[in-house]
């Protein structure tokens, strides 16, 4: 969208998108084990996202038509889930997610013209929020384990963000 595109004051939406150049590139890599008492993953995801659009005037250009990263751009992506069971009945899993922040654009200044705001932002996506940690770990107690039966239950105990990490989202 244009800078400063506004979506309520015109009927004609569509004089409020540019169009521009995006590049995308990354790789991914995955460890997976499977046994009877553990299973689990490790994965890891490199990906980068850019965006130009340079319309050649600084109206129908984003970010004076430099190349800035898409919201898209998260480069670092690592998750690890275990899964171990003790026994028939009772089995443990933890899971943990590191992802580098995405980018964001801020307000950086606040301007007063007669009495009126103007907020400056700053460069399209210029900045990242923080990143994210997030550990959750559960105790699951199956049911009876009678193989013919009208219902199946379990009993699960879960503990989300066992860190307590105060993250963005």
């Known amino acids: 969208?244009?800078?400063?595109?506004?979506?309520?004051?015109?009927?004609?939406?569509?004089?409020?998108?540019?169009q521009g150049k995006e590049k995308s590139y990354g790789a991914e890599l995955m460890i997976k084990r499977t046994n009877r008492k553990l299973n689990g993953w490790l994965s890891y995801t490199?990906?980068?996202?850019?965006?130009?659009?340079?319309?050649?005037?600084?109206?129908?250009?984003?970010?004076?038509?430099?190349?800035?990263?898409?919201?898209?751009?998260?480069?670092?992506?690592?998750?690890?889930?275990l899964d171990y069971h003790l026994n028939m009945r009772?089995?443990?899993?933890?899971?943990?997610?590191?992802?580098?922040?995405?980018?964001?654009?801020y307000p950086i200044a606040v301007y007063y013209f007669d009495k009126e705001p103007y907020i400056e932002y700053s460069g399209r996506n210029a900045f990242r929020i923080p990143n994210y940690f997030r550990m959750d770990v559960s105790m699951s107690v199956e049911g009876n384990l009678k193989r013919h039966k009208f219902m199946h239950s379990s009993f699960v105990f879960s503990v989300y963000n066992l860190t307590g990490r105060a993250n963005p989202y």
């Open 1 to 18: 969208f244009k800078d400063g595109a506004s979506f309520l004051s015109t009927s004609h939406v569509e004089t409020q998108i540019l």
């Open 46 to 81: 490199y990906s980068r996202s850019l965006v130009q659009v340079n319309g050649g005037q600084y109206w129908n250009s984003i970010n004076n038509g430099n190349v800035y990263p898409s919201s898209y751009d998260i480069p670092n992506d690592l998750n690890l889930v």
């Open 90 to 105: 009772v089995a443990f899993s933890a899971i943990m997610t590191y992802i580098t922040g995405r980018p964001i654009t």
